[in-house]
């Protein structure tokens, strides 16, 4: 009879990946709701994470034809403790075990749980991007680590002559030399000993003359072997290996700078936070380390943490210059342009004290654009008023400086544009 | 391989067999002897090696064919628990057409297995020639020698002896027709749409079980046969469609309702998915193809559906037979008997019905019993056990074992097996649950008056055919608005489930057009009407 164990462990498992893939598509709204909120629930710096999605468990029944309450039915149950034929039993209500032997109609009778699952990281960010109708090439550059550094990774046998370690080589050598010649020179130090004694001895006849032949012989045989033993052999060298390992290069500073009086309200802000979001993913794949400093701002400006930034509101007018003044002072005290990337973004929805849009030009150009490299302005509403004109007007001067109107998630995306394009371009 | 169609028979005789010309041998009519007591037990340590594995396949094997167990050649596979997963999520099968619900299945396995809320089975087997076992990478050398015998050679030798296999299934074609399948959905996906081919999928699933012919056996499967067939089917079956809606009405309408009315089908026809196959009027050939495929795989899976209890206690009883005929005969330490056998007690529980645990009864524990029962009516019979099974009663138990695997299925099984020893042992009683009655009646209990009422009742609760509703094709208004109508029969006056309306979505779907189902009491009175009109899923 034919049998085999076949080892079937190696030859892959997510064999249900197109499953997946095929559930994942049919319920693309579920998902699409749940990243909005868990990015609306998040934190700029923890959004790479994977997500629970909760699907309702009705949209995810498959209909069959299947019994219904009611009739005439007979179940036969075990373990009778209690009961002789003609018992009469109250009926029990709904739950209960009974009804089960229809064993059709346990489907939907409790079905209010959720269906949960887990969004794996990819997923996850594969859904926040389509919101943002990302394209494909910039996805992939958010997707990867751009600057690689060569690391030391120990040694190997091969590689070119300029990675050739003498040192680690000749020691080899050495420990391969002694290695393959110990027998020999151990035969040879017994072989001169027992010349010596012969020697000593001073015996001149023919027996000892025959042996001291002898041992001559054999010494000069065995150095011979010795000397036959390859001084450097191709196996002995060593080269130096190196790997090269994806590096963040430095660090940067982000600023994100909101207008939070009155007429920002929840949508806004959301759309606000995608904004930075965005950035802040940007900027994860080019630094090491990236500080965020979040100021809000009405009529005065104030540095703030995430929370406060995103979910406190305020209000009365707005003096958006405010926000600008601070953001320069907290360069100066804190972030050395000179040590620091630079980035800003600022999100309002266009309103500003008419008379201060001129000095918030007049700032950016002079104060925080030169030291910034980068500076993304995005509107979350539509009317063009005075901030809008003025900034503008920078657009044309400034190559480092873009702005956008954005009243859905998909808008955003432009705004980086230039961003992504100039692939590289922040160096250390 | 058209010859094929012929050779086999229901009720055949034992001695002659099909699979490859080999003649099958009855069984002994006793454990044939051991050929030597081994000087020592087999090595037990707790972990599994690839010869461990070995060494006791060959004990088993050779210890089962003691016993006479008729089997297709094994292939064990070692495989790891996210195999496992992937393997339940395409319903056991080791290929499977891809589809949401397979990954929906996948994800909640996985969720409930990383918490800790659910163990994986311990092996899957799969019903193919040779017959494939999957044997979990973390089970222990105990557990490898547990799975092997109960899969490799209890579900083996059920596959390849009970009838309903033998006549529904066909082993050494199954993985290739999976493979042909798998490859010609992801074809149309390719050539129409990731969408078309879900939702057809989805609304061939809603169908699934009524997809099956009960009676008639099916036409072999084979990929070569399969492939050769298609192109000439999918013509020839738009051809039938088209013919058969060309039925213009000829004269004006009323002359119409004095015609007399040819009914269409000119009997009601219970398989839903070969009547949409056939007859639906707007599907596209490959749309054939897949309600087809679905059928025939809906069709694999109906012997099982219908011998859980004794698919699950004939591999249970035969571990059980075979890991203790191998401790006598001094092959097992104890220490693998006590291991196996707590994992053996696990499976074979039976909680009680007051129990929280409780969800019905449990198929292995069961079957498990009803097989040991008998082998104890052949060797030990008491006077009870003779008035009742007065046939083999006394009788040399192997043979009677072997032909109570081959000639029944759950229904009949329990209805001709299920001794009243047992029906004490399990304390069973039966329920009426009428719903025209404000209180629940104790109908029969484990007594001398209840056996035969309990025994009957619970061979019901087996019978697929009264568990799942009966619902045929009526008719189709040929000359009209082609619309399809379904007909439910009640079984004693229970009615549809509510989701019948989603369902009846999804065959309007496949018709094309209106679909009417009635539902009719035992009285010949409609109960209850749904109609859906085709578009609006």
Not at chain 1, 151 to 169: K, M
Not at chain 1, 245 to 254: D, E, F, H, L, T
Not at chain 2, 489 to 514: C, I, M, Y
Request: net charge negative; with cysteine; proline share 5%.
């Amino acid at each position: 009879m034919l049998q085999q164990i076949i080892d079937r462990r190696l030859s892959g498992k997510n064999k249900s990946v197109g499953n997946r893939e095929r559930f994942l598509r049919r319920h693309k709204e579920q998902i699409r709701e749940a990243v909005r909120r868990a990015v609306d629930g998040r934190g700029i710096r923890d959004l790479e994470k994977g997500e629970d999605v909760h699907i309702p468990k009705r949209d995810l029944s498959q209909p069959v034809f299947g019994h219904g309450q009611g009739g005439k039915r007979e179940a036969v149950h075990p373990g009778n403790s209690e009961y002789v034929t003609g018992d009469r039993v109250k009926r029990p209500d709904g739950g209960g075990g009974s009804g089960s032997g229809g064993g059709q109609a346990s489907d939907s009778g409790e079905g209010e749980d959720d269906f949960v699952f887990h969004l794996t990281k990819e997923e996850f960010m594969q859904a926040f991007f389509d919101d943002l109708a990302l394209p494909n090439l910039t996805r992939t550059q958010l997707a990867e680590i751009p600057e690689y550094k060569s690391h030391r990774a120990g040694f190997v046998n091969d590689g070119t002559p300029s990675n050739l370690s003498i040192v680690r080589s000749m020691r080899g050598a050495l420990g391969r030399r002694i290695a393959l010649s110990a027998d020999s020179r151990q035969e040879l130090r017994d072989a001169e000993a027992a010349l010596a004694v012969l020697n000593e001895q001073g015996a001149q006849d023919a027996v000892s003359l025959k042996q001291k032949v002898e041992l001559l012989e054999k010494i000069k045989q065995l150095k011979g072997h010795i000397a036959r033993v390859p001084f450097l052999d191709p196996l002995d060298l060593k080269f130096r290996n190196r790997v090269r390992v994806p590096v963040p290069s430095s660090r940067a500073v982000m600023f994100c700078v909101m207008d939070v009086s009155g007429s920002m309200d929840e949508s806004r802000k959301e759309l606000a936070k995608r904004f930075f979001i965005l950035l802040y993913l940007f900027l994860t794949r080019h630094y090491d380390k990236i500080e965020v400093v979040f100021i809000r701002h009405h009529t005065q400006a104030a540095e703030v943490d995430e929370q406060n930034f995103f979910h406190a509101t305020e209000t009365g007018g707005t003096v958006v210059s405010s926000a600008l003044v601070l953001m320069d002072e907290i360069i100066r005290a804190r972030y050395p342009a000179d040590q620091w990337n630079i980035y800003g973004a600022q999100a309002s929805d266009g309103d500003n004290w008419h008379h201060d849009s001129g000095r918030c030009r007049e700032l950016l150009t002079q104060k925080i654009l030169p030291k910034c490299r980068y500076f993304a302005y995005v509107q979350v509403a539509e009317p063009e008023q005075n901030l809008w004109e003025e900034y503008q007007r920078i657009v044309d001067e400034v190559p480092h400086f873009a702005m956008r109107k954005a009243t859905e998630a998909s808008q955003i995306y432009p705004v980086f544009r230039d961003l992504f394009r100039k692939e590289g371009a922040p160096t250390t | 391989m058209t010859f094929l169609e012929n050779r086999r028979a229901v009720g055949r005789n034992a001695s002659d067999d099909e699979y490859g010309g080999r003649r099958r041998q009855g069984p002994p009519r006793e454990l044939l002897p051991l050929k030597e007591r081994p000087a020592q037990p087999l090595p037990s340590p707790s972990d599994w090696t690839f010869d461990t594995i070995e060494q006791y396949h060959e004990v088993i094997r050779e210890t089962a064919q003691r016993f006479g167990l008729d089997t297709y050649p094994n292939q064990l596979e070692i495989i790891t628990s996210e195999q496992m997963m992937d393997a339940y999520a395409s319903v056991g099968m080791p290929v499977n057409y891809r589809h949401w619900s397979y990954g929906k299945e996948f994800i909640s396995t996985e969720k409930n297995y990383k918490r800790g809320q659910m163990g994986l089975a311990y092996e899957i087997v799969i019903n193919s020639e040779p017959c494939i076992s999957y044997l979990m990478e973390e089970n222990t050398m105990a557990m490898q020698a547990l799975v092997i015998a109960h899969a490799a050679y209890g579900h083996n030798s059920f596959f390849k002896g009970n009838y309903l296999f033998r006549m529904w299934t066909d082993a050494s074609s199954i993985i290739d027709y999976l493979v042909y399948s798998k490859n010609y959905v992801a074809e149309c996906e390719g050539r129409y749409g990731l969408d078309a081919v879900e939702e057809l999928l989805d609304s061939c699933h809603a169908l699934m079980n009524h997809g099956v012919d009960r009676y008639r056996r099916p036409s072999k499967l084979s990929l070569a046969q399969e492939q050769a067939a298609r192109a000439d089917r999918e013509a020839y079956a738009q051809l039938q469609v088209n013919d058969l809606w060309r039925t213009l009405p000829r004269k004006a309408a009323s002359d119409d309702a004095a015609a007399p009315e040819r009914r269409f089908p000119s009997e009601p026809q219970e398989n839903l998915l070969y009547f949409i196959e056939k007859n639906a009027p707007l599907l596209e050939p490959w749309q054939r193809e897949i309600v087809r495929i679905v059928r025939k795989i809906a069709q694999y899976f109906y012997p099982q559906r219908q011998t859980q209890v004794m698919n699950e206690g004939w591999a249970t009883f035969w571990h059980h037979r075979l890991l203790n005929q191998m401790y006598d005969d001094g092959y097992l330490a104890d220490g693998m008997m006590i291991e196996w056998l707590k994992s053996h007690t696990n499976v074979v529980a039976q909680p009680p019905v007051t129990s929280r645990n409780y969800s019905g009864i449990n198929p292995y524990a069961l079957g498990f019993a009803m097989f040991t029962d008998i082998k104890r009516i052949c060797e030990n019979p008491t006077d009870e056990d003779r008035q009742w099974f007065p046939d083999f009663a006394g009788t040399p138990w192997l043979p009677t074992l072997d032909h109570a695997m081959r000639n029944f299925k759950d229904e009949s099984f329990i209805g001709q097996y299920l001794s009243p020893k047992l029906m004490r042992e399990f304390r069973l009683f039966a329920i009426v649950d009428d719903e025209k009655d404000s209180e629940l009646e104790i109908a029969a209990i484990h007594d001398e008056n209840g056996y035969r009422r309990l025994r009957e009742a619970l061979s019901r609760q087996y019978d697929l055919g009264s568990r799942e509703p009966n619902i045929q094709v009526w008719n189709v208004n040929l000359r009209g608005d082609r619309s399809l109508t379904l007909r439910h029969t009640q079984h004693n006056d229970r009615p549809l489930h509510d989701s019948s309306q989603e369902v009846l979505k999804h065959v309007a779907r496949l018709w094309g057009f209106d679909v009417h189902l009635e539902s009719v009491n035992g009285a010949g009175e409609t109960t209850r009407r749904w109609q859906v009109a085709p578009g609006k899923t």
